[in-house]
RNA sequence: GGCGCUAUCGUCUAGAGGCCUAGGACACAGCCCUCUCAAGGCUGGUACACGGGUUCGAAUCCCGUUAGCGCUACCA
């Protein structure tokens, strides 16, 4: 197979964790990328020295990681092109096309409040601060610190958006922005550009936020004399509230899912359904279906709202549908987590017979440790009210239950068996099945919702049910059977 | 304020001029199934922001208004 020119990268800056939005991004990048057979590439943007570290640049890849999403070359670090960044801005600077700048920020500040405060719009203004020739030699000598500022064309910038369709701005509109720092490191503007011209890339697909930033970019490319790449810019996404996602919205970062217990699967499906639709009424979808259907004219043009809920329901879908096998290791971490003494059982029963009821692995990790361990019962409102509502009824189901089923052997404490044997002792005592299977659950689980109670009591075990079953009537005020 | 983007149910969306008295999904309500729940099935309510065009015909094309969001740093 002979490999496409198609480069795609994503290029988180490690400033935080791996937010969603970025996740998504990466997500549409990565679709791209295997859909054309194409590249994708890693980029790690830690030119901003103050607020980057090491720990986010791990939580990143290992979120990627998680999510399935795998790169084909890097992680490269921008950090590390400094004297390629410079060389751009010097090149630049030779050609004309930029120029030093020796106002102050202290400078730049002041004015700019002083506009804002009369309400009226800053506008960096190149005239305002240029200098002679002579005054920028002597500066120069003097080794007065400066910036290098690019000299933005009063032309038209446009290009066609893969999402948006034209997008143009003036160049009359946009100040001279900095690319080089008084200390020589690049500024994103002019990183990202050096990087993808040299990185090759072909499509770059990233957040909408950056829309602004591209009219900037498209001049450098222009000016240092490059091909453009096709710009692809994907939609926000957004709290309930309609603002652009974060912390306060709660739970933004991937990290957050992983541990609140939502598959990867059902994450990659969700995320790849915000802001971007195969078309029709496909829903959950296969990451390879995706890929196959994937495409930058299905990507939305409007942000999209993070509705927790749907995911929830998404990965509960995905619950259903992975096999106990390989649910049994994060049950596992969730269990070891929450202190419950595995004791070497093997979990798999437990887990399919209550992964049906749960979204997340998060609440099957708390069904199973129900199962195992007595004391993490808890009683909860419903089934406090249905004890209230039957009364002596309870204690008698019970009771009732307990002498149906102490005949029954360990070996053939099967959900067979044991429905066989409710339902029969529930008719010759003219009692309604479910009066008998009610609080045998509740006394199984303290809720009232469960698997089937034969199912419910095989999973649990003979000598552990009989023993809660007791315990509960021992709690109920009449234990006499009808 | 300036510049830019966007505008279909509460939310995610289908829809690329007639197939739309607008479809699906989540959520919600009811029913069926049933020992409970989940799943599944069925039913219901709720949307083309507004105003002008263009056209025989507009959710779909154009213009304007309004609203929301984004950007507006020697952050990325």
């Known amino acids: 197979m002979t490999a496409s020119p198609i480069r795609v990268r994503f290029a988180p800056s490690p400033t935080g964790y791996l937010h969603v939005g970025g996740a998504r991004t990466a997500l549409f990048n990565w679709l791209y990328a295997r859909k054309t057979g194409g590249t994708f590439v890693l980029r790690i943007e830690d030119t901003d020295k103050e607020r980057s570290t090491d720990a986010h640049t791990q939580v990143i890849l290992e979120g990627l990681t998680w999510l399935g999403i795998t790169w084909d070359e890097g992680p490269f670090f921008q950090g590390a092109d400094g004297p390629r960044h410079r060389a751009d801005a010097e090149r630049l600077l030779a050609d004309g096309l930029a120029y030093r700048c020796f106002a102050t920020p202290e400078a730049l500040d002041a004015e700019r409040r002083v506009a804002v405060a009369a309400g009226q719009t800053y506008r960096y203004e190149r005239a305002r601060w240029?200098?002679?020739?002579?005054?920028?030699?002597?500066?120069?000598a003097a080794g007065d610190p400066f910036v290098i500022r690019f000299a933005v064309p009063d032309a038209e910038l446009a290009w066609q958006d893969a999402v948006h369709g034209r997008i143009s701005f003036q160049g009359r509109d946009i100040d001279d922005f900095v690319i080089l720092r008084s200390d020589g490191s690049a500024i994103y503007n002019l990183a990202v550009v050096s990087d993808d011209i040299a990185m090759r890339i072909t499509h770059v697909m990233r957040g909408d936020d950056h829309v602004s930033n591209t009219p900037k970019q498209i001049a450098l490319y222009q000016a240092l004399g490059a091909p453009l790449p096709v710009f692809a810019h994907v939609p926000m996404i957004l709290g309930s509230d309609g603002k652009k996602l974060s912390k306060r919205h709660g739970a933004t970062a991937v990290g957050d899912y992983q541990d609140q217990g939502i598959l990867p699967a059902a994450m990659r499906n969700f995320l790849a359904l915000l802001g971007?639709?195969?078309?029709?009424?496909?829903?959950?979808?296969?990451?390879?279906?995706?890929?196959?259907?994937?495409?930058l004219e299905g990507i939305q043009g409007k942000p999209a709202v993070f509705d927790a809920v749907k995911l929830e329901w998404m990965n509960g879908q995905y619950l259903s549908h992975t096999s106990a096998d390989d649910l049994l290791a994060p049950v596992q971490r969730q269990l070891q987590?929450?202190?419950?003494?595995?004791?070497?059982?093997?979990?798999?029963?437990?887990?399919d017979s209550a992964k049906a009821r749960s979204r997340t692995v998060l609440q099957l990790a708390e069904q199973v440790a129900v199962r195992l361990d007595a004391s993490r019962i808890v009683v909860d409102e419903k089934a406090a009210k249905l004890l209230t509502k039957m009364g002596p009824a309870f204690g008698a189901g019970l009771a009732l239950a307990l002498q149906a089923l102490e005949p029954v052997g360990s070996a053939e404490w099967t959900p067979d068996r044991l429905f066989e044997a409710l339902k029969q002792a529930a008719e010759t005592h003219g009692v309604k099945l479910g009066d008998a299977m009610q609080p045998v659950r509740v006394a199984l689980t303290g809720v009232t919702v469960s698997e089937p109670v034969n199912e419910l009591l095989a999973v649990v075990g003979r000598d552990e049910s009989l023993a809660r079953i007791r315990a509960s009537l021992s709690r109920t005020a009449d234990p006499t059977p009808s």
């Open 276 to 295: 971007w639709s195969p078309g029709g009424d496909r829903e959950v979808i296969t990451s390879d279906e995706m890929i196959e259907l994937f495409s």
């Open 337 to 351: 987590l929450a202190g419950v003494e595995l004791g070497g059982r093997d979990l798999r029963a437990l887990i």
């Open 130 to 140: 240029a200098v002679s020739a002579a005054e920028e030699a002597r500066r120069l």
